[in-house]
């Protein structure tokens, strides 16, 4: 499986944002999709998630409410609509997909990785 992000950028506080992720490849084994991002100097961490099965999602606490993950053709392209960005969403956003259930929120969970866009968000 293959995934290219894109849709990163400079935008300022408040203002909204779209990442896509575009899937190829075997993409009918994979189970969970899902969207990491690192910051500058931190260790990368969850963002969301969305299981094709039961098509739930999941989302970090520091995002909930304002991130929304979603996908308009199940597992060929995925979507992170951000809004009300601040200063702390700035970073370097992943998509990564992975073959099994389970163990969403961890990174090493995840066989599969995009190269990452980046997002900065200015005060």
């Known amino acids: 499986v293959q995934l290219q992000a894109s849709g990163g950028g400079l935008v300022q506080a408040g203002d909204s944002l779209r990442l896509s992720c575009a899937a190829s490849?075997?993409?009918?084994?994979?189970?969970?999709m899902g969207w990491f991002r690192q910051a500058p100097g931190k260790e990368r961490e969850f963002v969301a998630a969305?299981?094709?099965?039961?098509?739930?999602?999941d989302y970090a606490d520091s995002v909930k409410g304002r991130f929304t993950i979603s996908s308009d053709n199940p597992k060929n392209t995925l979507y992170l609509q951000m809004n009300s960005l601040n200063p702390e969403d700035t970073a370097v956003y992943y998509c990564?997909?992975?073959?099994?259930?389970?163990?969403?929120?961890?990174?090493?969970?995840?066989?599969?990785w995009g190269q990452g866009t980046l997002v900065t968000v200015s005060s």
């Open positions: 990564a997909a992975k073959e099994t259930y389970g163990g969403s929120r961890y990174e090493g969970a995840y066989d599969y």
């Open positions: 969305i299981n094709w099965s039961r098509f739930s999602t």
């Open positions: 490849g075997r993409t009918f084994s994979t189970r969970v």
